[in-house]
T-cell receptor, first 111, second 118 residues
Framework: EDQVTQSPEALRLQEGESSSLNCSYTVSGLRGLFWYRQDPGKGPEFLFTLYSAGEEKEKERLKATLTKKESFLHITAPKPEDSATYLCAVQGNTNAGKSTFGDGTTLTVKP | GAVVSQHPSWVICKSGTSVKIECRSLDFQATTMFWYRQFPKQSLMLMATSNEGSKATYEQGVEKDKFLINHASLTLSTLTVTSAHPEDSSFYIC??????????????FGPGTRLTVT
């Protein structure tokens, strides 16, 4: 059974204070690891797909990296508008196309 | 980018009535859609996988007679909560896979529907 564990559960940063969110996973044949952002009362917004260990992707202040056991979402010089819940999900080869989601990390960036 | 809409965005209904939620893919054809439920401060709970032209596949513990899913076209899936009760109050979110992407299929989510049963 695929599993995803995200840490920390909550993270409070000052504006400009860089940090990282962790996503540890176990999956039978990784097809893809996904990062989403969810604002309160809204549906998740797709951010990145990572396919294999060593891959990195960037978007503005966000950079996602992947190893064989975990993924990190690095946030560089965050701004208050980066405050949201960040969800990690994996899709394996044996899960009929479904994704397994972690519980998320709620990021709060104070001005 | 792939856009998914949901309607209504919020609905209040009385106990015992049925409510239908629509999920549409606006700029792509979605052969597969997913329905999730989310409780406050919790992650997404997959309810069912909706495949166009065939019966939905429900996750363990989800009552298929209570949560009716119909995927009648390549751009529309509906979730009907039948004989709703207060415990069905929740945030319901649909998502769709964009078949134009290769490899793993990231999901594109609708904005969600807040259901309150009184």
């Amino acid at each position: 059974e695929d599993q995803v564990t995200q840490s920390p559960e909550a993270l409070r940063l000052q504006e400009g204070e860089s940090s990282s969110l962790n996503c540890s996973y176990t999956v039978s044949g990784l097809r893809g690891l996904f990062w989403y952002r969810q604002d309160p009362g809204k549906g998740p917004e797709f951010l990145f797909t990572l396919y294999s260990a060593g891959e990195e992707k960037e978007k503005e202040r966000l950079k996602a990296t992947l190893t064989k056991k975990e993924s990190f979402l690095h946030i560089t010089a965050p701004k208050p508008e980066d405050s949201a819940t960040y969800l990690c999900a994996v899709q394996g080869n044996t899960n009929a196309g479904k994704s397994t989601f972690g519980d998320g990390t709620t990021l709060t960036v104070k001005p | 980018g792939a856009v998914v809409s949901q309607h209504p965005s919020w609905v209040i209904c009385k106990s015992g009535t049925s409510v239908k939620i629509e999920c549409r893919s606006l700029d792509f054809q979605a052969t597969t859609m997913f329905w999730y439920r989310q409780f406050p401060k919790q992650s997404l709970m997959l309810m069912a996988t909706s495949n166009e032209g065939s019966k939905a596949t429900y996750e363990q513990g989800v009552e298929k007679d209570k949560f009716l899913i119909n995927h009648a076209s390549l751009t529309l899936s509906t979730l009907t909560v039948t004989s709703a009760h207060p415990e069905d109050s929740s945030f319901y979110i649909c998502s769709a896979r964009d078949p134009r992407t290769s490899g793993a299929y990231e999901q594109y989510f609708g904005p969600g529907t807040r259901l309150t049963v009184t």
